[in-house]
């Protein structure tokens, strides 16, 4: 699944679950252009720095925007005519780091070493950093 909302993206599948779980690390150029596109929904997104705010909120809005990215990605694999059990459920949304020796790609390797924080999150950039 092709989806340009995202600079790197991982899905997670367990043979016990009948759902995927993705971790995406959004493109913040191309997330605000996606908000903007529903801009009834999103009046108060109009810069990068707030599209980093929305990813990094842990709140209500926050849930809202992890919702709205998991029914665009559902209706672009029914529109592939994905099953059920082939469609993600569930997603982690992260602001990329700017440089590549503090960001390197999502792959499974680099998430089983040591690049976890304490509390098991992957490191996203806080929101305010982003000028």
Partial sequence: MVSPLFA???????SL?????????????????FLSQRRARWPDVRTEADVARLVNDKGKEGRRLRQEVVESL???GRAKKLNGYELVKGI?????????????????AWLT????QDDGALPCRPADAIV
Avoid: R, W
């Avoid at 982690?92 to 499974?108: E, W």
């Avoid at 070493?113 to 976890?116: G, K, Q």
């Fill in 92 to 108: 982690h949304l992260c602001v990329p780091i700017p440089t590549a020796s503090t960001n390197p790609p999502l792959t499974p």
């Fill in 8 to 14: 790197s993206f991982y899905l997670h599948a367990d």
């Fill in 74 to 76: 559902m209706a672009h």
């Fill in 113 to 116: 070493h040591s690049h976890l």
């Fill in 17 to 33: 679950k009948n759902h995927l779980v993705a971790i995406g690390v959004v493109d913040p150029a191309q997330m605000l252009a």
